[in-house]
């Protein structure tokens, strides 16, 4: 999913080709899924004729600032994207659409024509994207209760130590959390982390404060990296993780390094055993449990970014009815369950959203313990309707 690379690579190319210019003309979809709580009417005639001041970003959120408000807020969920025609704008590749065969696409939820001609949609091909018309997008939610912005407002490496120790959840959790920090999704997390020889789910609290150290030097490195090359992955260094983390397990290698892939955070995650080592008092047994948990088809092209569960929810459903035994079929909701919290940092909501494994094992556990319970009581009135009949036979024996 689109990340703060991504994001802020829309941004600078919305201020760098938009900003001074009038709207002329304005396209909103017919979607009340991604376009919220508004009208098109209503959306459509808030923006005409109004200028754009400035292009805004925190976390994986952007909105425009017009010269009055309202103002355009985009929260870009799983496949936003921002194009401006005859502009190149980096897109998260999953995200991308082909605007040269159809403009705007039909994918497109805001359109607008320039005063000079040009013209900006966004486009989201998913539709877990949202569109809203905000008289401050700061003052409420999703933006109002993201965490610091891992680029623009970063914590002081005494701040960022102070409270990863104070922190007993897993690291990757902790990072994806975008009420701690906004804007670090999957892919940015796994390479911060490879990049300090840090495991993913290593207790933030147990990290020792040059651990913490490094890893507050590799976010700043890896996310000013990317912003700097326009989030254009070709130009990340050969070094990266990023490059073969989507590769298929045991063929994900990186500096010839084996990459495997785990569930930490909720979230798919390539990380390198040799040189990411978990200490401390985690089972290692438990790190290889998220694994079984994968889809055979998704492997490590998983990366949690394909909404299966909520894109396919019917199809799912239909499918645990069929060819499932009676006694498994309460387990596939559970593990959708869990795939569901994860997705990314729900895109409805990107705001402490990622949920911390553990959390949701124990909960499944639970879960499972409880069928366990109901399945066992079964049997045993069976046996005491046999018992009862058995007795009455005898009595009318004699």
Not at 217 to 232: F, L, R, S, Y
Not at 259 to 279: C, H, M, N, W
Request: hydrophobic fraction near 30%; include cysteine; charge should be positive.
């Amino acid at each position: 999913m689109p990340e703060l690379p991504e994001v802020e690579a829309a941004r600078r190319a919305v201020e760098e080709n938009c900003v001074g210019k009038k709207i002329t003309k304005c396209i909103v979809a017919d979607d009340s899924k991604v376009i919220d709580a508004v009208s098109r009417a209503d959306f459509e005639a808030s923006v005409l004729g109004k200028f754009i001041v400035a292009a805004h970003r925190k976390g994986k959120n952007m909105w425009l600032q017009l010269d009055s408000p309202p103002f355009p807020s985009f929260q870009f969920g799983m496949a936003g994207a921002i194009y401006i025609k005859g502009v190149a704008v980096t897109k998260y590749k999953r995200s991308a659409v082909k605007d040269e065969d159809e403009w705007p696409s039909k994918y497109s939820k805001f359109f607008i024509e320039l005063d000079d001609g040009l013209e900006l949609s966004f486009t989201d091909k998913r539709r877990f994207a949202k569109v809203r018309l905000l008289k401050d997008p700061t003052s409420v939610p999703p933006i109002s209760e993201l965490g610091p912005d891992a680029l623009f407002e970063p914590m002081t490496l005494e701040k960022f130590t102070e409270s990863l120790h104070k922190r007993k959840t897993e690291i990757k959790a902790l990072l994806l959390d975008q009420s701690y920090i906004s804007g670090i999704g999957n892919w940015v997390a796994d390479e911060v982390l490879y990049q300090a020889r840090i495991h993913p789910r290593q207790t933030a609290s147990s990290l020792s404060d040059e651990g913490c150290s490094t890893l507050y030097k590799c976010i700043k490195e890896v996310i000013e990296k990317a912003v700097e090359v326009g989030a254009d992955s070709s130009q990340y260094p050969n070094s990266w993780i990023f490059h073969s983390r989507e590769k298929k397990p045991g063929k994900a290698f990186v500096d010839a390094k084996k990459i495997d892939f785990i569930t930490a955070g909720g979230r798919t995650t390539a990380y390198v055993p040799e040189l990411q080592k978990l200490s401390g008092s985690i089972d290692v047994k438990e790190v290889g449990k998220p694994k079984r948990q994968a889809s055979k088809k998704q492997g490590a092209d998983d990366d949690t970014e394909k909404p299966t569960d909520r894109e396919e929810g019917n199809l799912g459903s239909v499918k645990s009815k069929k060819g499932t035994k009676a006694g498994a079929r309460g387990r596939k909701p559970a593990k959708k369950k869990k795939s569901g919290e994860s997705d990314e940092d729900n895109d409805s909501s990107d705001a402490g959203t990622d949920c911390d494994t553990d959390q949701v094992e124990k909960k499944n556990t639970g879960n499972a313990t409880g069928r366990k319970q109901v399945g066992g009581e079964k049997p045993s009135k069976k046996r005491v309707q046999s018992n009862q009949t058995g007795r009455s036979s005898k009595r009318k024996a004699k």
